[in-house]
Protein backbone atom coordinates (compact mmCIF):
# COMPACT_ATOMS: atom_id res chain seq x y z
CA UNK A 1 0.00 0.00 0.00
CA UNK A 2 1.37 3.42 -0.87
CA UNK A 3 1.61 6.20 1.93
CA UNK A 4 -1.08 8.05 0.11
CA UNK A 5 -3.45 4.98 -0.26
CA UNK A 6 -2.28 4.82 4.24
CA UNK A 7 -3.58 8.21 4.89
CA UNK A 8 -6.62 8.12 2.82
CA UNK A 9 -7.69 4.96 4.25
CA UNK A 10 -6.90 6.77 8.05
CA UNK A 11 -9.32 9.75 6.70
CA UNK A 12 -11.90 7.21 5.71
CA UNK A 13 -11.59 5.67 9.02
CA UNK A 14 -11.99 8.73 11.22
CA UNK A 15 -15.28 10.10 9.16
CA UNK A 16 -16.47 6.45 9.65
CA UNK A 17 -15.97 6.69 13.53
CA UNK A 18 -17.17 10.63 13.22
CA UNK A 19 -20.47 9.05 11.68
CA UNK A 20 -20.87 6.49 14.32
CA UNK A 21 -20.69 9.12 16.93
CA UNK A 22 -23.25 11.68 15.47
CA UNK A 23 -20.57 14.46 14.66
CA UNK A 24 -20.35 14.52 10.92
CA UNK A 25 -23.30 14.46 9.03
CA UNK A 26 -21.87 14.10 5.41
CA UNK A 27 -22.46 12.07 1.94
CA UNK A 28 -19.91 9.66 1.65
CA UNK A 29 -16.40 9.85 -0.24
CA UNK A 30 -16.86 9.32 -3.67
CA UNK A 31 -15.34 6.05 -4.87
CA UNK A 32 -12.43 4.83 -7.12
CA UNK A 33 -12.08 4.09 -10.77
CA UNK A 34 -12.59 0.81 -12.08
CA UNK A 35 -9.55 -1.27 -12.66
CA UNK A 36 -10.23 -1.55 -16.48
CA UNK A 37 -11.70 0.44 -18.86
CA UNK A 38 -14.36 -0.51 -21.00
CA UNK A 39 -14.62 -1.82 -23.91
CA UNK A 40 -11.38 -2.80 -22.94
CA UNK A 41 -10.41 -5.91 -26.15
CA UNK A 42 -7.84 -5.73 -29.26
CA UNK A 43 -9.08 -7.34 -32.40
CA UNK A 44 -6.20 -8.65 -33.69
CA UNK A 45 -4.34 -11.48 -36.26
CA UNK A 46 -1.07 -13.08 -36.94
CA UNK A 47 -0.03 -11.67 -39.80
CA UNK A 48 3.15 -13.03 -42.07
CA UNK A 49 2.83 -10.78 -44.74
CA UNK A 50 2.93 -7.42 -44.95
CA UNK A 51 1.58 -7.04 -48.69
CA UNK A 52 -2.06 -8.43 -47.26
CA UNK A 53 -2.71 -5.24 -45.00
CA UNK A 54 -4.47 -3.06 -47.75
CA UNK A 55 -6.43 -6.11 -49.51
CA UNK A 56 -7.50 -8.63 -46.97
CA UNK A 57 -7.05 -7.26 -43.67
CA UNK A 58 -8.49 -3.86 -43.36
CA UNK A 59 -11.80 -5.42 -44.52
CA UNK A 60 -11.56 -7.30 -41.00
CA UNK A 61 -11.94 -3.75 -39.15
CA UNK A 62 -9.85 -5.25 -36.36
CA UNK A 63 -7.65 -2.91 -35.01
CA UNK A 64 -3.95 -4.78 -34.71
CA UNK A 65 -1.60 -6.73 -36.30
CA UNK A 66 1.02 -8.86 -34.98
CA UNK A 67 4.49 -9.01 -36.88
CA UNK A 68 7.34 -10.42 -36.47
CA UNK A 69 10.58 -9.40 -36.64
CA UNK A 70 12.19 -13.16 -37.99
CA UNK A 71 10.10 -12.19 -41.32
CA UNK A 72 11.43 -8.76 -41.25
CA UNK A 73 8.22 -7.45 -40.96
CA UNK A 74 8.88 -3.96 -39.57
CA UNK A 75 6.36 -1.54 -41.19
CA UNK A 76 8.43 1.52 -42.93
CA UNK A 77 5.34 3.39 -42.50
CA UNK A 78 2.98 4.34 -39.84
CA UNK A 79 -0.10 2.51 -40.32
CA UNK A 80 -4.03 3.64 -39.64
CA UNK A 81 -4.07 0.64 -36.70
CA UNK A 82 -1.71 -0.44 -34.06
CA UNK A 83 1.36 -2.77 -34.32
CA UNK A 84 2.45 -5.52 -32.24
CA UNK A 85 6.37 -6.45 -32.91
CA UNK A 86 7.69 -9.91 -31.94
CA UNK A 87 11.34 -10.22 -30.65
CA UNK A 88 13.27 -12.85 -31.14
CA UNK A 89 15.45 -14.15 -27.83
CA UNK A 90 17.33 -17.13 -29.87
CA UNK A 91 20.97 -17.47 -31.90
CA UNK A 92 23.04 -14.44 -31.69
CA UNK A 93 21.51 -13.31 -28.52
CA UNK A 94 22.55 -16.00 -26.81
CA UNK A 95 26.53 -16.51 -25.29
CA UNK A 96 28.44 -19.22 -23.54
CA UNK A 97 27.78 -18.51 -19.68
CA UNK A 98 29.28 -20.91 -16.94
CA UNK A 99 29.32 -24.04 -19.29
CA UNK A 100 26.37 -23.52 -21.02
CA UNK A 101 23.98 -21.56 -23.33
CA UNK A 102 22.32 -18.34 -21.72
CA UNK A 103 20.23 -15.89 -23.28
CA UNK A 104 22.72 -12.57 -22.47
CA UNK A 105 21.27 -9.57 -21.02
CA UNK A 106 24.25 -7.33 -22.58
CA UNK A 107 23.62 -8.29 -26.44
CA UNK A 108 19.71 -8.55 -25.79
CA UNK A 109 19.68 -4.99 -24.62
CA UNK A 110 21.47 -3.41 -27.03
CA UNK A 111 19.80 -5.59 -29.81
CA UNK A 112 16.72 -4.66 -28.71
CA UNK A 113 17.46 -0.79 -28.47
CA UNK A 114 18.21 -0.74 -32.11
CA UNK A 115 14.68 -2.80 -32.82
CA UNK A 116 12.88 -0.46 -30.01
CA UNK A 117 14.75 3.03 -32.55
CA UNK A 118 13.93 1.27 -35.58
CA UNK A 119 10.26 0.71 -34.68
CA UNK A 120 9.80 4.08 -32.74
CA UNK A 121 6.43 6.18 -34.12
CA UNK A 122 5.22 2.60 -35.99
CA UNK A 123 5.08 -0.11 -33.44
CA UNK A 124 2.78 0.28 -30.48
CA UNK A 125 3.59 -2.82 -28.52
CA UNK A 126 6.69 -5.04 -28.63
CA UNK A 127 6.37 -9.19 -27.55
CA UNK A 128 9.50 -10.27 -25.94
CA UNK A 129 9.95 -13.44 -27.40
CA UNK A 130 7.52 -16.88 -27.64
CA UNK A 131 6.91 -19.08 -25.47
CA UNK A 132 9.83 -19.17 -23.61
CA UNK A 133 8.06 -22.51 -21.57
CA UNK A 134 8.64 -25.07 -24.48
CA UNK A 135 12.53 -25.53 -25.62
CA UNK A 136 12.95 -21.65 -26.48
CA UNK A 137 16.39 -22.22 -28.50
CA UNK A 138 18.00 -25.45 -30.08
CA UNK A 139 16.48 -27.59 -27.45
CA UNK A 140 17.90 -25.40 -24.36
CA UNK A 141 15.41 -26.61 -21.31
CA UNK A 142 12.99 -23.94 -20.22
CA UNK A 143 14.12 -21.72 -17.50
CA UNK A 144 11.79 -18.97 -16.10
CA UNK A 145 14.96 -17.22 -14.21
CA UNK A 146 16.86 -16.86 -17.92
CA UNK A 147 13.55 -15.80 -19.39
CA UNK A 148 13.28 -12.79 -16.77
CA UNK A 149 16.78 -11.62 -17.00
CA UNK A 150 15.86 -11.34 -20.77
CA UNK A 151 13.06 -9.97 -20.41
CA UNK A 152 14.49 -6.63 -18.07
CA UNK A 153 16.99 -6.18 -20.12
CA UNK A 154 14.74 -5.84 -23.43
CA UNK A 155 11.84 -3.92 -21.46
CA UNK A 156 14.53 -1.51 -20.21
CA UNK A 157 16.21 -1.30 -23.88
CA UNK A 158 12.36 -0.51 -25.57
CA UNK A 159 11.19 1.81 -22.16
CA UNK A 160 14.83 4.20 -23.21
CA UNK A 161 13.95 4.58 -26.29
CA UNK A 162 10.72 4.40 -26.52
CA UNK A 163 9.09 5.06 -23.10
CA UNK A 164 5.32 5.31 -24.65
CA UNK A 165 5.92 1.85 -25.84
CA UNK A 166 3.58 -1.25 -24.50
CA UNK A 167 5.92 -4.07 -23.45
CA UNK A 168 4.33 -7.55 -23.43
CA UNK A 169 5.95 -10.56 -22.02
CA UNK A 170 5.87 -13.89 -24.80
CA UNK A 171 3.10 -15.75 -24.85
CA UNK A 172 3.54 -18.71 -23.07
CA UNK A 173 2.05 -22.15 -24.76
CA UNK A 174 -0.31 -23.78 -22.50
CA UNK A 175 1.49 -27.40 -22.45
CA UNK A 176 -0.12 -29.02 -19.39
CA UNK A 177 0.25 -30.42 -15.70
CA UNK A 178 3.67 -31.90 -16.79
CA UNK A 179 4.98 -34.11 -13.92
CA UNK A 180 1.56 -34.30 -12.53
CA UNK A 181 -0.68 -31.11 -10.71
CA UNK A 182 2.14 -30.25 -8.87
CA UNK A 183 4.68 -30.90 -10.91
CA UNK A 184 6.81 -33.19 -8.73
CA UNK A 185 7.07 -36.30 -10.76
CA UNK A 186 9.04 -33.93 -13.24
CA UNK A 187 11.55 -31.94 -12.11
CA UNK A 188 15.13 -30.57 -14.58
CA UNK A 189 17.72 -28.40 -13.83
CA UNK A 190 17.87 -25.73 -16.28
CA UNK A 191 21.44 -24.20 -17.90
CA UNK A 192 21.09 -20.93 -14.80
CA UNK A 193 21.49 -23.83 -12.34
CA UNK A 194 17.96 -23.57 -11.36
CA UNK A 195 16.01 -26.71 -10.44
CA UNK A 196 12.36 -26.15 -11.20
CA UNK A 197 9.13 -28.39 -11.37
CA UNK A 198 7.13 -29.12 -13.96
CA UNK A 199 9.71 -29.64 -16.45
CA UNK A 200 10.96 -32.48 -18.25
CA UNK A 201 13.42 -29.80 -19.97
CA UNK A 202 11.72 -29.77 -23.09
CA UNK A 203 8.00 -28.02 -21.99
CA UNK A 204 7.45 -26.73 -18.33
CA UNK A 205 3.96 -25.98 -17.10
CA UNK A 206 3.00 -22.75 -18.07
CA UNK A 207 1.32 -22.26 -14.36
CA UNK A 208 4.05 -23.27 -12.58
CA UNK A 209 6.93 -21.18 -15.14
CA UNK A 210 4.34 -18.03 -14.52
CA UNK A 211 4.55 -18.11 -10.49
CA UNK A 212 8.40 -18.63 -11.11
CA UNK A 213 8.58 -15.74 -13.06
CA UNK A 214 6.56 -13.74 -10.72
CA UNK A 215 8.49 -15.24 -7.96
CA UNK A 216 11.85 -13.50 -9.71
CA UNK A 217 10.02 -9.71 -10.16
CA UNK A 218 8.74 -10.62 -13.47
CA UNK A 219 6.06 -8.37 -12.77
CA UNK A 220 7.94 -5.03 -13.09
CA UNK A 221 9.19 -5.53 -16.60
CA UNK A 222 5.93 -6.21 -18.61
CA UNK A 223 2.78 -4.15 -19.20
CA UNK A 224 1.02 -6.74 -20.07
CA UNK A 225 1.23 -10.92 -19.60
CA UNK A 226 1.51 -12.75 -22.70
CA UNK A 227 -0.52 -16.22 -23.00
CA UNK A 228 -1.79 -18.55 -25.75
CA UNK A 229 -5.46 -19.77 -24.85
CA UNK A 230 -5.92 -22.09 -27.60
CA UNK A 231 -9.20 -23.56 -27.99
CA UNK A 232 -8.44 -26.94 -29.01
CA UNK A 233 -11.08 -29.10 -29.31
CA UNK A 234 -13.60 -27.29 -27.05
CA UNK A 235 -16.13 -24.45 -27.48
CA UNK A 236 -14.83 -21.04 -25.93
CA UNK A 237 -17.53 -20.90 -23.29
CA UNK A 238 -16.46 -24.24 -21.62
CA UNK A 239 -15.68 -23.93 -18.53
CA UNK A 240 -12.30 -26.12 -17.33
CA UNK A 241 -14.53 -28.61 -14.91
CA UNK A 242 -16.23 -29.47 -17.66
CA UNK A 243 -13.84 -30.48 -19.62
CA UNK A 244 -13.55 -34.75 -20.48
CA UNK A 245 -12.15 -36.68 -18.15
CA UNK A 246 -9.17 -37.46 -20.59
CA UNK A 247 -8.15 -33.96 -20.34
CA UNK A 248 -6.03 -35.21 -17.08
CA UNK A 249 -6.41 -31.44 -15.29
CA UNK A 250 -4.69 -29.95 -17.85
CA UNK A 251 -6.91 -27.61 -19.05
CA UNK A 252 -7.00 -27.44 -22.27
CA UNK A 253 -9.83 -25.21 -23.26
CA UNK A 254 -9.78 -21.42 -24.00
CA UNK A 255 -11.06 -20.72 -20.45
CA UNK A 256 -7.64 -21.55 -18.99
CA UNK A 257 -6.63 -18.40 -19.46
CA UNK A 258 -8.68 -17.67 -16.69
CA UNK A 259 -6.19 -19.79 -13.76
CA UNK A 260 -3.44 -17.63 -15.56
CA UNK A 261 -5.26 -14.30 -14.52
CA UNK A 262 -6.01 -15.52 -10.76
CA UNK A 263 -2.19 -16.49 -10.64
CA UNK A 264 -1.63 -12.86 -11.43
CA UNK A 265 -3.58 -11.68 -8.44
CA UNK A 266 -2.00 -14.12 -5.74
CA UNK A 267 1.29 -11.70 -6.77
CA UNK A 268 -1.09 -8.69 -6.76
CA UNK A 269 -0.65 -8.54 -10.58
CA UNK A 270 -4.44 -8.78 -11.45
CA UNK A 271 -4.89 -4.97 -12.65
CA UNK A 272 -2.23 -6.15 -15.26
CA UNK A 273 -4.00 -6.87 -18.68
CA UNK A 274 -3.48 -10.34 -20.30
CA UNK A 275 -2.81 -10.40 -23.77
CA UNK A 276 -4.00 -13.29 -26.16
CA UNK A 277 -1.00 -12.98 -28.28
CA UNK A 278 -1.89 -16.16 -30.26
CA UNK A 279 -5.42 -18.35 -30.02
CA UNK A 280 -7.35 -20.14 -32.30
CA UNK A 281 -8.71 -23.26 -33.36
CA UNK A 282 -7.61 -26.18 -35.76
CA UNK A 283 -9.64 -26.90 -39.01
CA UNK A 284 -9.88 -29.95 -40.00
CA UNK A 285 -7.24 -30.27 -42.85
CA UNK A 286 -9.16 -32.29 -44.67
CA UNK A 287 -11.64 -29.50 -45.32
CA UNK A 288 -8.64 -27.99 -47.41
CA UNK A 289 -8.23 -31.01 -48.90
CA UNK A 290 -5.30 -32.51 -47.31
CA UNK A 291 -6.96 -35.34 -45.23
CA UNK A 292 -3.66 -37.22 -45.81
CA UNK A 293 -2.32 -35.21 -42.69
CA UNK A 294 -3.94 -37.21 -40.62
CA UNK A 295 -2.10 -40.62 -42.10
CA UNK A 296 0.92 -38.53 -40.82
CA UNK A 297 2.10 -39.31 -37.14
CA UNK A 298 3.79 -35.99 -36.47
CA UNK A 299 0.11 -34.14 -37.01
CA UNK A 300 -2.07 -36.73 -35.64
CA UNK A 301 -0.47 -37.43 -32.92
CA UNK A 302 0.00 -34.02 -32.00
CA UNK A 303 -3.13 -31.95 -33.46
CA UNK A 304 -5.84 -34.69 -35.18
CA UNK A 305 -7.38 -34.62 -31.42
CA UNK A 306 -7.97 -31.23 -31.54
CA UNK A 307 -9.17 -30.34 -35.24
CA UNK A 308 -12.88 -28.94 -35.93
CA UNK A 309 -14.97 -29.00 -38.79
CA UNK A 310 -14.52 -24.87 -40.37
CA UNK A 311 -17.79 -23.86 -39.48
CA UNK A 312 -17.34 -24.19 -35.77
CA UNK A 313 -13.75 -22.84 -36.17
CA UNK A 314 -16.02 -19.84 -37.31
CA UNK A 315 -18.20 -20.04 -34.69
CA UNK A 316 -15.66 -20.45 -32.14
CA UNK A 317 -13.16 -17.73 -33.43
CA UNK A 318 -16.28 -15.04 -33.42
CA UNK A 319 -17.80 -16.44 -30.12
CA UNK A 320 -13.93 -15.67 -27.99
CA UNK A 321 -14.09 -12.70 -29.12
CA UNK A 322 -18.02 -12.08 -27.25
CA UNK A 323 -16.84 -14.16 -24.06
CA UNK A 324 -13.21 -12.42 -23.30
CA UNK A 325 -15.38 -8.80 -24.15
CA UNK A 326 -18.14 -10.07 -21.45
CA UNK A 327 -16.58 -12.11 -18.62
CA UNK A 328 -12.84 -10.62 -19.21
CA UNK A 329 -11.99 -7.44 -17.70
CA UNK A 330 -8.49 -8.01 -17.56
CA UNK A 331 -8.22 -8.92 -21.63
CA UNK A 332 -6.29 -6.79 -23.57
CA UNK A 333 -5.52 -7.38 -27.04
CA UNK A 334 -6.20 -10.88 -28.54
CA UNK A 335 -4.68 -12.27 -31.50
CA UNK A 336 -5.74 -14.81 -34.21
CA UNK A 337 -3.57 -17.03 -34.96
CA UNK A 338 -3.05 -17.07 -37.46
CA UNK A 339 -3.99 -14.93 -40.22
CA UNK A 340 -2.33 -15.74 -43.72
CA UNK A 341 0.11 -18.67 -43.00
CA UNK A 342 -1.99 -20.94 -45.15
CA UNK A 343 1.44 -21.34 -47.18
CA UNK A 344 3.81 -21.31 -44.33
CA UNK A 345 5.82 -24.88 -44.08
CA UNK A 346 4.88 -28.17 -45.03
CA UNK A 347 1.90 -28.93 -46.20
CA UNK A 348 0.42 -30.76 -42.98
CA UNK A 349 2.06 -28.31 -40.98
CA UNK A 350 -0.64 -27.39 -38.00
CA UNK A 351 -0.10 -23.46 -38.77
CA UNK A 352 -1.95 -23.79 -42.15
CA UNK A 353 -4.81 -25.16 -40.67
CA UNK A 354 -5.23 -22.71 -37.89
CA UNK A 355 -4.91 -19.92 -40.33
CA UNK A 356 -8.35 -18.09 -41.69
CA UNK A 357 -7.26 -18.10 -45.13
CA UNK A 358 -7.02 -21.29 -47.04
CA UNK A 359 -4.14 -22.48 -49.67
CA UNK A 360 -4.84 -21.86 -53.41
CA UNK A 361 -1.79 -22.60 -54.61
CA UNK A 362 1.90 -21.32 -54.73
CA UNK A 363 1.74 -18.02 -56.25
CA UNK A 364 -1.55 -16.73 -53.88
CA UNK A 365 -0.40 -15.17 -50.68
CA UNK A 366 -3.76 -13.97 -50.08
CA UNK A 367 -4.95 -17.51 -50.57
CA UNK A 368 -8.95 -17.87 -50.67
CA UNK A 369 -11.33 -17.33 -47.01
CA UNK A 370 -12.36 -19.68 -45.33
CA UNK A 371 -15.37 -19.32 -43.00
CA UNK A 372 -14.05 -17.70 -40.57
CA UNK A 373 -12.88 -14.85 -42.60
CA UNK A 374 -16.45 -13.19 -43.46
CA UNK A 375 -18.11 -14.42 -39.69
CA UNK A 376 -15.02 -12.36 -38.42
CA UNK A 377 -15.67 -9.12 -40.43
CA UNK A 378 -19.43 -8.93 -39.67
CA UNK A 379 -18.67 -9.96 -35.95
CA UNK A 380 -20.13 -7.01 -33.31
CA UNK A 381 -16.51 -5.57 -31.99
CA UNK A 382 -16.14 -3.25 -29.12
CA UNK A 383 -12.56 -1.74 -29.48
CA UNK A 384 -10.53 -0.91 -26.37
CA UNK A 385 -8.50 2.08 -25.34
CA UNK A 386 -4.73 1.66 -25.28
CA UNK A 387 -3.57 4.74 -24.34
CA UNK A 388 -3.17 6.08 -20.61
CA UNK A 389 -6.16 6.11 -18.23
CA UNK A 390 -6.10 8.73 -15.46
CA UNK A 391 -6.83 7.95 -11.61
CA UNK A 392 -5.95 9.80 -8.40
CA UNK A 393 -5.82 8.43 -5.41
CA UNK A 394 -7.23 9.00 -2.81
CA UNK A 395 -10.58 9.98 -4.93
CA UNK A 396 -11.22 12.68 -1.91
CA UNK A 397 -9.44 14.52 1.32
CA UNK A 398 -10.91 15.71 4.16
CA UNK A 399 -9.11 17.53 7.75
CA UNK A 400 -10.70 17.57 11.20
CA UNK A 401 -9.21 20.34 13.17
CA UNK A 402 -10.50 21.93 16.53
CA UNK A 403 -11.32 25.50 16.07
CA UNK A 404 -9.09 26.28 19.15
CA UNK A 405 -6.21 24.73 17.76
CA UNK A 406 -5.44 25.46 13.87
CA UNK A 407 -2.34 23.93 12.25
CA UNK A 408 -1.01 23.48 8.72
CA UNK A 409 -2.27 19.98 6.99
CA UNK A 410 -0.38 18.18 4.45
CA UNK A 411 -1.26 15.28 2.85
CA UNK A 412 -0.63 13.46 -0.79
CA UNK A 413 -2.32 12.84 -4.07
CA UNK A 414 -0.98 10.41 -6.56
CA UNK A 415 -2.16 10.75 -9.61
CA UNK A 416 -1.61 7.29 -11.51
CA UNK A 417 -1.86 5.19 -14.73
CA UNK A 418 -3.95 2.47 -15.02
CA UNK A 419 -3.99 2.22 -18.64
CA UNK A 420 -0.70 2.23 -21.16
CA UNK A 421 1.49 4.27 -22.61
CA UNK A 422 2.92 7.61 -20.94
CA UNK A 423 0.96 10.15 -19.18
CA UNK A 424 1.65 13.75 -17.38
CA UNK A 425 -0.53 15.40 -15.54
CA UNK A 426 -1.26 19.53 -14.58
CA UNK A 427 -3.06 20.03 -11.64
CA UNK A 428 -4.92 23.54 -10.54
CA UNK A 429 -7.03 24.64 -7.51
CA UNK A 430 -10.77 26.05 -7.85
CA UNK A 431 -11.16 29.53 -7.15
CA UNK A 432 -13.68 31.40 -5.66
CA UNK A 433 -14.58 28.66 -2.67
CA UNK A 434 -14.15 28.73 0.84
CA UNK A 435 -11.27 26.87 1.11
CA UNK A 436 -7.95 26.98 -1.22
CA UNK A 437 -5.29 24.14 -0.66
CA UNK A 438 -1.82 24.95 -1.27
CA UNK A 439 -0.24 22.42 -4.29
CA UNK A 440 3.84 22.36 -4.02
CA UNK A 441 4.07 21.23 -8.24
CA UNK A 442 1.44 21.94 -10.24
CA UNK A 443 2.84 19.24 -12.90
CA UNK A 444 4.74 15.59 -13.11
CA UNK A 445 4.66 12.11 -14.37
CA UNK A 446 2.27 9.18 -13.62
CA UNK A 447 3.03 8.14 -9.82
CA UNK A 448 4.88 11.37 -9.33
CA UNK A 449 2.78 12.68 -5.63
CA UNK A 450 1.34 15.85 -5.53
CA UNK A 451 1.31 17.21 -2.19
CA UNK A 452 -1.15 18.75 -0.96
CA UNK A 453 -1.23 21.76 2.32
CA UNK A 454 -4.20 23.71 3.72
CA UNK A 455 -4.03 25.87 6.94
CA UNK A 456 -6.61 25.86 8.96
CA UNK A 457 -5.75 29.35 10.80
CA UNK A 458 -9.11 31.51 10.95
CA UNK A 459 -11.39 29.30 10.19
CA UNK A 460 -14.47 29.67 12.52
CA UNK A 461 -16.58 26.34 13.37
CA UNK A 462 -17.72 24.68 10.43
CA UNK A 463 -17.40 22.55 7.14
CA UNK A 464 -15.27 24.19 4.44
CA UNK A 465 -14.74 22.78 0.64
CA UNK A 466 -12.40 23.21 -2.03
CA UNK A 467 -11.35 21.23 -5.04
CA UNK A 468 -8.37 20.22 -6.48
CA UNK A 469 -8.30 18.96 -10.31
CA UNK A 470 -6.28 16.98 -12.11
CA UNK A 471 -5.95 16.77 -15.75
CA UNK A 472 -3.61 15.20 -18.38
CA UNK A 473 -1.81 17.33 -20.35
CA UNK A 474 -2.79 14.99 -23.88
CA UNK A 475 -5.92 14.46 -25.44
CA UNK A 476 -6.00 10.06 -25.35
CA UNK A 477 -6.17 9.75 -21.60
CA UNK A 478 -9.18 8.47 -20.24
CA UNK A 479 -11.33 9.82 -17.56
CA UNK A 480 -9.39 12.80 -17.19
CA UNK A 481 -10.12 15.38 -15.81
CA UNK A 482 -10.49 14.20 -11.99
CA UNK A 483 -11.95 16.73 -9.60
CA UNK A 484 -10.57 15.91 -5.85
CA UNK A 485 -12.88 17.36 -2.91
CA UNK A 486 -11.53 19.03 -0.20
CA UNK A 487 -13.22 19.20 3.31
CA UNK A 488 -11.97 21.11 6.43
CA UNK A 489 -14.05 20.13 9.33
CA UNK A 490 -13.09 22.78 12.07
CA UNK A 491 -15.55 21.18 15.31
CA UNK A 492 -15.44 23.23 18.68
CA UNK A 493 -13.93 20.46 20.46
CA UNK A 494 -11.90 17.25 19.37
CA UNK A 495 -12.83 14.67 21.23
CA UNK A 496 -10.09 11.72 21.79
CA UNK A 497 -10.60 8.66 22.83
CA UNK A 498 -8.57 5.61 24.38
CA UNK A 499 -8.83 2.25 24.65
CA UNK A 500 -8.76 0.91 28.38
CA UNK A 501 -5.50 -1.00 28.86
CA UNK A 502 -6.38 -4.26 30.55
CA UNK A 503 -3.49 -5.98 32.89
CA UNK A 504 -2.82 -9.46 33.33
CA UNK A 505 -0.79 -11.32 35.72
CA UNK A 506 1.35 -13.91 34.02
CA UNK A 507 0.08 -17.89 34.44
Known sequence: MTRGRKIGACIVAVAAALLAL???????????????????????????????????????GFDWIKVYERFDTMPTERLPYHVLYRIDLEGNRWSWQEGHWRPDPDKIRADVREVAQEGWGLVDAYEIGNEPNTDWWEGQPPDPADYVRALQAAYEAIKEVDPGAIVVSAGLAPVGRIGGPTGEDKACTANSGE????????????????????????????????????????????????????????????????????IMEDYDLGAKPIWATEFGWLRDPSEDGFGWCHTIPVFEDNFGWMDVPEVQQANYLTRAFQYADEHWPWMGAMFIWAFDFHKQGAECWSGRYFSVRRYNGPEDEEGTPTLAYPALISMTKWPGHFGPRLVVEPTAL?????????????????????????????????????????????????????????????????????????????????????AVPVTLLVVPEMYRVYLPIVLRSAP
Do not use: K
Open 195 to 262: TYLGNDCRGMDERLYAREMFERGAGNYFDAFGYHPTGFAYPPELSLDQLPEHDNGNGFAFRGAEVIHA
Open 398 to 482: TFLTDVDEPGVFTITLTPLNTGYRVLTWTATVAAGMPLTPTLVITTGLQGTPLTVTVDSTGYPTGTFTGSITVTATTTDVLDAPQ
Open 22 to 60: GLWHSTALPTGADEVPSPHLGYGVNLRYLSNVDSIFVPL
